[in-house]
């Protein structure tokens, strides 16, 4: 990146709470949010395990004029992490009004497959003149940016990234990317995701993308425990607001340089190490000079390792003294809103200087030489990196600093 970005604004809603506070309190309580979804159970979906956003009322956060009841849950979750995001900003109006096109960017792995089983089922049953006419305009993973941008009260240019698990990290960047560039002073940016339906449930369960039943569902996301097995869904969204280094309002940490890449084909995260060290490069930052790792650490049998030994060979020696952490025992794994939620954390991290536990992890697994804790730790690190793995294998790293 030519330059850094800040982040000056923050919107958030996961399995652990809704809202900044609530969010951030039930991420470092290390309490596990997973649960058998009984709503799945009766469509045949047996013993299915989801960390859900309980009681969501997007009417709570979304001004009262927009007509909820036609936007899909993942749309209402980004629209309310956005209002929430701008609210936490509190741009003045007259400083809206000087602003050229502002870019609103939403990642998210998966379309809008709620209204699309909907009308699916509609058709089949009743004839082509069922068809839900609203879910052309649904379906695309744009109408979330779009639906966005009609409270942003400036002229808007919107876009959608879709690179399956790493899509809001990597919607983020590409906001970061303009502001960067000079093309943008403020961006809205993020990711929201709502998978915890029949389809794609059914899907990933066949995939074995996700824990299909446990002994207790609570502990089934084990971030790096010598026993974990596949990681749980979750759905949520996180959106942020970046500004350029000029803006008079104070940031909650400073995003200094991105990468992405592909797998190399061979084993499931094997693209890690020279995505970390492309990353570092970018934002020009020396290894030993981070000190803290928020990990991708999906509680998977192979890719926790493959993390793990990345970082040990971009770190060396260094990674027994940076601490690590993965936030998915908490939140589980809410596709293409994990990275941007993921983002969120590390930022408030880098605010507070408190480390998250890595929830679940009863038993690390002693081929990951990462310094993990099960606890909060205060341990106020000044620079970070975190790491996104996608299905289809891409992966991208982020580097952010307090300051």
Excluded at 178 to 198: F, S, T
Excluded at 224 to 233: A, C, S
Aim: proline share 7%; charged share 20%.
């Amino acid at each position: 990146m030519r330059r850094s970005v800040k982040i000056t604004g923050i919107g958030v809603l996961a399995a652990c709470g809704t809202g900044l506070e609530s969010f951030w309190n039930g991420l470092n309580s290390g309490k596990p949010t997973a649960k058998y979804l009984p709503h799945l159970e009766e469509l045949g979906l047996e013993k299915a395990i989801g960390c859900q956003v309980e009681d969501f009322d997007a009417s709570k956060w979304v001004r009262p004029e927009v007509k909820l009841n036609r936007f899909p849950r993942h749309t209402q979750m980004g629209m309310a992490a956005a209002e929430m995001a701008l609210k936490d900003a509190a741009i003045p109006p007259e400083e809206w009004q000087n602003l050229g096109n502002v870019p609103v960017v939403t990642g998210t792995a998966l379309p809008d497959l709620d209204h699309v089983a909907k009308t699916i089922q509609r058709v089949h049953e009743k004839g082509v003149k069922a068809a839900m006419p609203f879910t052309t305009f649904s379906y695309s993973p744009i109408a979330i940016s779009e639906s966005i941008a009609r409270f942003v009260p400036t002229r808007t240019k919107i876009s959608a990234v879709q690179n399956a698990c790493c899509s809001g990290g990597d919607a983020i960047c590409a906001g970061a990317e303009l502001i960067a560039q000079g093309e943008a002073k403020i961006a809205i940016c993020g990711g929201a995701e709502a998978p915890l339906i029949l389809h794609p449930m059914a899907e990933l369960t066949a995939a074995r993308l996700t824990t299909p039943e446990f002994e207790g569902p609570e502990t089934a996301g084990r971030p790096f425990d010598v026993f974990r097995e596949l990681g749980v869904i979750g759905e949520g969204a996180g959106y942020v607001i970046l500004e350029d280094m000029d803006s008079p309002r104070p940031s909650y940490a400073t995003i200094r340089g991105y990468a992405n890449g592909k797998d190399f084909g061979i084993s499931p995260g094997d693209g890690f190490q020279w995505v970390i060290e492309n990353a570092l490069a970018n934002s020009r930052t020396r290894p030993e000079t981070v000190d803290y790792i928020s990990t991708w650490g999906p509680g998977h049998f192979l890719l926790d390792i493959s993390e793990s030994n990345a970082l040990e060979s971009v770190f060396g020696n260094w990674i027994h003294s940076i601490p690590a952490g993965s936030i998915k025992g908490t939140i589980g794994h809410p596709l293409g809103a994990a990275s941007a939620i993921q983002l969120i954390s590390t930022a408030l991290t880098l605010k507070t200087g408190v480390i998250p536990p890595t929830t679940n992890m009863e038993h690390q697994d002693p081929d990951s030489p990462l310094v993990l804790s099960t606890t909060p730790r205060l341990l106020k690190p000044q620079s970070a990196i975190m790491n996104c793995h996608g299905i289809g294998n891409n992966n991208s790293t982020i580097v952010l600093t307090a300051q």
